[in-house]
Protein backbone atom coordinates (compact mmCIF):
# COMPACT_ATOMS: atom_id res chain seq x y z
CA UNK A 1 0.00 0.00 0.00
CA UNK A 2 2.89 2.14 -0.05
CA UNK A 3 1.89 3.45 -3.80
CA UNK A 4 -1.46 4.36 -2.41
CA UNK A 5 -0.07 6.24 0.43
CA UNK A 6 2.50 8.15 -1.92
CA UNK A 7 -0.01 9.07 -4.10
CA UNK A 8 -2.51 10.13 -1.42
CA UNK A 9 0.33 12.77 -0.09
CA UNK A 10 1.39 13.90 -3.66
CA UNK A 11 -2.48 14.85 -4.26
CA UNK A 12 -2.76 16.67 -0.06
CA UNK A 13 0.96 18.40 -1.08
CA UNK A 14 -0.94 19.62 -4.73
CA UNK A 15 -4.25 20.91 -3.03
CA UNK A 16 -3.53 22.08 0.45
CA UNK A 17 -4.45 25.79 -0.28
CA UNK A 18 -8.15 24.85 -1.95
CA UNK A 19 -8.43 22.66 1.46
CA UNK A 20 -6.86 25.05 3.41
CA UNK A 21 -9.24 27.81 2.54
CA UNK A 22 -12.24 26.21 1.70
CA UNK A 23 -11.98 24.17 5.47
CA UNK A 24 -11.70 27.70 7.12
CA UNK A 25 -14.64 29.13 4.85
CA UNK A 26 -16.77 25.96 5.66
CA UNK A 27 -16.06 25.80 9.35
CA UNK A 28 -16.40 29.44 10.06
CA UNK A 29 -19.74 29.52 8.04
CA UNK A 30 -20.67 26.40 9.60
CA UNK A 31 -19.73 28.03 13.27
CA UNK A 32 -21.75 31.32 12.84
CA UNK A 33 -24.65 28.63 11.38
CA UNK A 34 -24.80 26.51 14.39
CA UNK A 35 -24.11 29.60 17.11
CA UNK A 36 -27.26 31.77 15.11
CA UNK A 37 -29.48 29.24 15.09
CA UNK A 38 -28.30 28.16 18.53
CA UNK A 39 -27.54 24.54 17.91
CA UNK A 40 -25.52 22.13 19.52
CA UNK A 41 -22.04 21.34 18.04
CA UNK A 42 -21.45 17.30 17.39
CA UNK A 43 -17.81 17.21 16.77
CA UNK A 44 -17.67 13.75 14.97
CA UNK A 45 -20.40 14.83 12.35
CA UNK A 46 -18.88 18.20 12.12
CA UNK A 47 -15.20 16.71 11.45
CA UNK A 48 -16.73 13.82 9.10
CA UNK A 49 -18.24 16.75 7.28
CA UNK A 50 -15.21 18.40 6.89
CA UNK A 51 -13.69 14.76 5.36
CA UNK A 52 -15.99 14.67 2.65
CA UNK A 53 -15.32 18.45 1.93
CA UNK A 54 -11.54 17.58 1.72
CA UNK A 55 -12.57 14.24 -0.18
CA UNK A 56 -14.71 16.16 -2.83
CA UNK A 57 -12.11 18.89 -3.64
CA UNK A 58 -9.57 15.83 -3.69
CA UNK A 59 -11.50 13.93 -6.14
CA UNK A 60 -11.75 17.18 -8.16
CA UNK A 61 -7.91 17.46 -8.32
CA UNK A 62 -7.24 13.84 -9.64
CA UNK A 63 -10.60 14.11 -12.14
CA UNK A 64 -8.85 17.47 -13.40
CA UNK A 65 -5.31 18.04 -13.08
CA UNK A 66 -3.70 14.98 -12.19
CA UNK A 67 -1.39 12.93 -13.98
CA UNK A 68 -2.55 10.52 -16.59
CA UNK A 69 -1.20 7.46 -18.52
CA UNK A 70 -0.28 8.06 -22.27
CA UNK A 71 -2.90 5.95 -23.27
CA UNK A 72 -5.84 6.16 -25.24
CA UNK A 73 -9.79 5.98 -24.34
CA UNK A 74 -11.24 2.49 -23.48
CA UNK A 75 -14.88 1.03 -24.46
CA UNK A 76 -14.12 -2.49 -23.92
CA UNK A 77 -14.64 -3.72 -20.47
CA UNK A 78 -11.61 -5.61 -18.31
CA UNK A 79 -9.80 -4.71 -21.55
CA UNK A 80 -7.25 -2.58 -19.46
CA UNK A 81 -7.82 -3.85 -15.71
CA UNK A 82 -6.48 -7.50 -16.77
CA UNK A 83 -3.74 -5.92 -18.75
CA UNK A 84 -0.97 -5.35 -15.23
CA UNK A 85 0.51 -8.15 -13.51
CA UNK A 86 -1.16 -8.56 -10.28
CA UNK A 87 0.63 -6.78 -7.75
CA UNK A 88 2.61 -4.64 -9.38
CA UNK A 89 3.11 -0.96 -9.44
CA UNK A 90 0.50 -0.45 -12.14
CA UNK A 91 -1.72 -2.90 -10.69
CA UNK A 92 -1.58 -1.10 -7.50
CA UNK A 93 -1.93 2.44 -8.96
CA UNK A 94 -4.33 1.77 -11.29
CA UNK A 95 -6.57 -0.89 -10.28
CA UNK A 96 -7.01 -0.77 -6.62
CA UNK A 97 -6.40 3.08 -6.37
CA UNK A 98 -9.63 3.49 -8.79
CA UNK A 99 -11.31 1.21 -5.76
CA UNK A 100 -9.72 2.88 -3.04
CA UNK A 101 -10.64 6.46 -4.40
CA UNK A 102 -14.33 5.06 -4.54
CA UNK A 103 -14.83 3.44 -1.05
CA UNK A 104 -14.75 6.93 1.08
CA UNK A 105 -17.59 8.58 -1.27
CA UNK A 106 -19.69 5.22 -0.89
CA UNK A 107 -19.18 5.73 2.69
CA UNK A 108 -20.25 9.20 2.81
CA UNK A 109 -22.92 8.99 0.27
CA UNK A 110 -24.82 5.98 2.33
CA UNK A 111 -23.91 7.48 5.60
CA UNK A 112 -25.88 11.13 4.63
CA UNK A 113 -28.55 9.87 2.90
CA UNK A 114 -29.28 7.20 5.56
CA UNK A 115 -29.24 4.72 2.48
CA UNK A 116 -30.79 0.88 3.08
CA UNK A 117 -30.90 -0.27 -0.50
CA UNK A 118 -27.59 -1.29 -2.08
CA UNK A 119 -29.34 -0.35 -5.67
CA UNK A 120 -30.11 3.51 -4.48
CA UNK A 121 -26.14 3.16 -3.79
CA UNK A 122 -25.12 1.54 -6.65
CA UNK A 123 -26.67 3.89 -8.98
CA UNK A 124 -25.80 7.30 -7.35
CA UNK A 125 -22.18 5.65 -7.73
CA UNK A 126 -22.48 5.02 -11.19
CA UNK A 127 -23.53 8.05 -11.93
CA UNK A 128 -20.82 9.67 -10.44
CA UNK A 129 -17.94 7.84 -11.96
CA UNK A 130 -19.47 7.94 -15.32
CA UNK A 131 -19.71 11.58 -15.32
CA UNK A 132 -15.92 11.76 -14.13
CA UNK A 133 -15.07 9.63 -16.90
CA UNK A 134 -17.71 11.78 -19.48
CA UNK A 135 -15.88 14.72 -18.19
CA UNK A 136 -12.39 13.37 -18.76
CA UNK A 137 -13.12 12.76 -21.96
CA UNK A 138 -14.39 16.20 -23.06
CA UNK A 139 -11.39 17.89 -21.21
CA UNK A 140 -8.94 16.04 -23.30
CA UNK A 141 -8.11 13.16 -21.29
CA UNK A 142 -8.88 9.40 -21.93
CA UNK A 143 -12.54 7.32 -20.92
CA UNK A 144 -12.39 4.35 -19.44
CA UNK A 145 -14.96 1.88 -18.61
CA UNK A 146 -12.82 -0.41 -16.44
CA UNK A 147 -12.49 3.01 -14.12
CA UNK A 148 -15.96 3.08 -13.62
CA UNK A 149 -16.37 -0.27 -13.12
CA UNK A 150 -13.52 -0.16 -10.29
CA UNK A 151 -14.98 2.67 -9.05
CA UNK A 152 -18.46 1.21 -8.44
CA UNK A 153 -16.68 -1.72 -7.05
CA UNK A 154 -15.12 1.05 -4.27
CA UNK A 155 -18.16 2.80 -4.12
CA UNK A 156 -20.11 -0.43 -2.81
CA UNK A 157 -16.97 -1.50 -0.51
CA UNK A 158 -17.70 1.90 1.29
CA UNK A 159 -21.78 1.40 1.10
CA UNK A 160 -21.10 -2.84 2.27
CA UNK A 161 -18.75 -0.72 5.78
CA UNK A 162 -21.33 1.72 6.25
CA UNK A 163 -24.05 -0.80 6.55
CA UNK A 164 -21.60 -2.88 8.74
CA UNK A 165 -20.60 0.10 11.03
CA UNK A 166 -25.02 1.01 10.89
CA UNK A 167 -25.39 -2.92 12.00
CA UNK A 168 -23.15 -2.89 15.14
CA UNK A 169 -24.55 0.40 16.30
CA UNK A 170 -27.87 -0.98 16.59
CA UNK A 171 -26.37 -3.62 19.11
CA UNK A 172 -24.71 -0.82 21.20
CA UNK A 173 -25.40 -0.46 24.65
CA UNK A 174 -27.29 2.90 24.97
CA UNK A 175 -24.11 3.99 27.22
CA UNK A 176 -21.41 3.75 23.86
CA UNK A 177 -24.06 5.70 21.75
CA UNK A 178 -23.05 8.82 23.49
CA UNK A 179 -22.07 11.51 21.10
CA UNK A 180 -18.91 11.69 23.39
CA UNK A 181 -17.70 8.29 22.63
CA UNK A 182 -18.24 8.56 18.88
CA UNK A 183 -16.34 11.90 19.38
CA UNK A 184 -13.21 10.34 20.60
CA UNK A 185 -13.39 7.47 18.11
CA UNK A 186 -13.70 9.47 15.24
CA UNK A 187 -10.87 11.63 16.72
CA UNK A 188 -8.81 8.66 17.19
CA UNK A 189 -9.01 7.46 13.84
CA UNK A 190 -8.22 10.58 12.35
CA UNK A 191 -5.20 10.67 14.40
CA UNK A 192 -3.85 7.50 13.71
CA UNK A 193 -4.65 7.62 9.88
CA UNK A 194 -2.63 11.11 9.72
CA UNK A 195 0.03 9.65 11.23
CA UNK A 196 0.03 6.55 8.89
CA UNK A 197 -0.42 8.86 5.81
CA UNK A 198 2.73 10.55 7.11
CA UNK A 199 4.76 7.77 7.79
CA UNK A 200 5.11 8.05 11.58
CA UNK A 201 3.43 4.46 12.22
CA UNK A 202 3.20 1.58 10.68
CA UNK A 203 0.20 -1.03 9.72
CA UNK A 204 2.13 -3.94 8.37
CA UNK A 205 1.02 -3.15 4.57
Same mark, same amino acid.
Given at each position: ???????I @??????????????? $??A?? +? =??????????? *???????? &??I /???????? /????T?? #? $????????? !?????? =???F????? @??? $???N @? *? +???????F?????K?????????? *????? &????????L?????D????????????L???????? #?? *?? #???? !????? !????? @??????????????????? $???
Open positions: MYLIRQS @IEILGQTWPTILISS $VIIS +M =RLVYLIKNKQK *IIFYKELL &AL /FIIYVLCL /FYVVFG #D $VSWSNSNFI !PFKEMF =RYSGSNLF @IKN $VLG @I *I +MFIPYGFISYYLLKKPLSAFLL *ILLVS &ASIETTQLIGRVFIDDITLNVIGGMGFLIYKLI #DL *IN #DHLP !PVLKN !PIVYN @IIILLCTALMALYMFNLIE $VGV
